[in-house]
C-alpha cells in the first residue's frame, strides 16, 4: 500500500486540474498516431532539484534523472512502447517515478479521456516495502484504476522503458502527453507529494508544481 500513494496524490489532485492539464498538452502540438513513432526532446544538463514538499534530505541529481526524450511508438502488433533515455538501473536509496500524462478526445463521444501512466521505481537497499519496478495506469477523468500497481521486469540498461495495450487507454488513434522525473526521500511520510521534482519534457515546471499544489 505504501508505494501506491503516489498514484493517490495523482488522482486526488487531477480533478481541479484537468481543464489546466488539457490546456497544457494541446499548447505543446505533441501527439502519436497509429504506427507512429513520437518524441519530444529536452536539453541535456537541465535536471535540477525543485522541491515539491519540504524535505531536510537533499538527494544528488543523477544523469538518469535528466530527461533527454521522452518516446511513445505504436508498434505494428498495436501495443504501446513509452520510454525516456538513461540508465534507470543506476537508481539507488530513493524512490524515482517516471510520469506520462496522455490527454485525447474521444472520436465517438467528443469527450476528453485523461489518463496517468506511473512507473516508479524503489532500489532493493531502499526502505520502501515495495522493491524494484512497478506500473500503475489512472484513469483521471473516471477517478479510478484501470491497471493498479503492479511488478514490472527488470529495464534496459540505456532507458526506463513500458509496453502497454493501447485499450487500458480507451485505444486512442492519436494522443497528446507530457513526461516527468520525480523523487520521494523518504519512505515513512508517504501520505504527501513527491518531495522532489527533477525534470519534464516539454519543460513545464509550473505544471507539475500546480499538479501538486
Given at each position: 500500500?505504501?508505494?501506491?500513494?503516489?498514484?493517490?496524490?495523482?488522482?486526488?489532485?487531477?480533478?481541479i486540474l484537468i481543464s489546466y492539464?488539457?490546456?497544457?498538452?494541446?499548447?505543446?502540438?505533441?501527439?502519436?498516431?497509429?504506427?507512429?513513432?513520437?518524441?519530444?526532446?529536452?536539453?541535456?544538463?537541465?535536471?535540477?532539484?525543485?522541491?515539491?514538499?519540504?524535505?531536510?534530505?537533499?538527494?544528488?541529481?543523477?544523469?538518469?534523472?535528466?530527461?533527454?526524450?521522452?518516446?511513445?511508438?505504436?508498434?505494428?502488433?498495436?501495443?504501446?512502447?513509452?520510454?525516456?533515455?538513461?540508465?534507470?538501473?543506476?537508481?539507488?536509496?530513493?524512490?524515482?517515478?517516471?510520469?506520462?500524462?496522455?490527454?485525447?478526445?474521444?472520436?465517438?463521444?467528443?469527450?476528453?479521456?485523461?489518463?496517468?501512466?506511473?512507473?516508479?521505481?524503489?532500489?532493493?537497499?531502499?526502505?520502501?516495502?515495495?522493491?524494484?519496478?512497478?506500473?500503475?495506469?489512472?484513469?483521471?477523468?473516471?477517478?479510478?484504476?484501470?491497471?493498479?500497481?503492479?511488478?514490472?521486469?527488470?529495464?534496459?540498461?540505456?532507458?526506463?522503458?513500458?509496453?502497454?495495450?493501447?485499450?487500458?487507454?480507451g485505444n486512442p488513434s492519436s494522443?497528446?502527453?507530457?513526461?516527468?522525473?520525480?523523487i520521494r526521500v523518504n519512505s515513512?511520510?508517504?501520505?504527501?507529494?513527491?518531495?522532489?521534482?527533477?525534470?519534464?519534457?516539454?519543460?513545464?515546471?509550473?505544471?507539475?508544481?500546480?499538479?501538486?499544489?
Amino acid at each position: 500500500m505504501q508505494a501506491i500513494t503516489i498514484v493517490i496524490l495523482i488522482a486526488l489532485a487531477s480533478a481541479i486540474l484537468i481543464s489546466y492539464t488539457i490546456s497544457a498538452l494541446r499548447t505543446t502540438n505533441l501527439s502519436v498516431s497509429s504506427f507512429y513513432t513520437s518524441s519530444i526532446s529536452d536539453s541535456k544538463g537541465d535536471a535540477k532539484l525543485i522541491a515539491l514538499y519540504k524535505s531536510q534530505i537533499i538527494p544528488e541529481v543523477r544523469d538518469f534523472h535528466d530527461i533527454l526524450a521522452a518516446d511513445v511508438k505504436r508498434t505494428h502488433d498495436n501495443k504501446l512502447i513509452l520510454s525516456l533515455d538513461g540508465d534507470p538501473n543506476k537508481n539507488q536509496k530513493y524512490e524515482t517515478v517516471y510520469l506520462w500524462v496522455i490527454n485525447y478526445t474521444d472520436s465517438l463521444t467528443g469527450n476528453t479521456r485523461f489518463y496517468t501512466v506511473i512507473i516508479p521505481n524503489f532500489p532493493p537497499d531502499s526502505n520502501f516495502k515495495t522493491k524494484n519496478w512497478n506500473l500503475a495506469i489512472f484513469d483521471n477523468v473516471a477517478n479510478a484504476f484501470i491497471t493498479p500497481l503492479s511488478k514490472l521486469p527488470a529495464m534496459p540498461i540505456d532507458k526506463v522503458e513500458a509496453m502497454i495495450d493501447p485499450i487500458l487507454l480507451g485505444n486512442p488513434s492519436s494522443f497528446d502527453y507530457m513526461a516527468s522525473v520525480m523523487i520521494r526521500v523518504n519512505s515513512t511520510y508517504l501520505s504527501k507529494p513527491p518531495d522532489y521534482l527533477i525534470d519534464s519534457a516539454p519543460d513545464s515546471d509550473t505544471f507539475w508544481l500546480k499538479w501538486f499544489a
